[in-house]
């Protein structure tokens, strides 16, 4: 994982409604806009706004199924990230790829 990767994944989950929706996709498995606004009281421009950037950072994906499009999270991007991380703190060089 580089550096822009990390830090655009850092900057997606330092925000606390961005990290309290993607705790909740988490926990739940999957999520629509509209079940992640009524659980977190924020309107849905706002949830489509935050959904939008933790998918540009590879945190979550999104699917559509009918009508509706579905959030999850996206496993390996987290383990990578925390794996560079892991790395960074051993004061090892991360790879690129």
């Known amino acids: 994982m580089n550096r822009s990767q990390i830090e655009k994944i850092s900057k997606a989950l330092a925000d606390e409604t961005r990290l309290r929706i993607f705790e909740s996709i988490s926990r739940c498995g999957?999520?629509?806009c509209g079940e992640l606004v009524?659980?977190?009281g924020v309107t849905p421009a706002t949830v489509s706004h935050h959904l939008?950037?933790?998918s540009e950072a590879g945190l979550i994906s999104c699917r559509r199924n009918g009508q509706?499009?579905?959030?999850e999270t996206v496993p390996g991007t987290v383990e990578r990230f925390t794996r560079t991380l892991a790395k960074m703190a051993r004061g090892k060089k991360s790879q690129r790829r």
């Open 30 to 32: 999957h999520l629509t």
């Open 52 to 54: 939008k950037i933790l």
């Open 38 to 40: 009524t659980m977190r």
């Open 68 to 71: 509706f499009v579905y959030s």
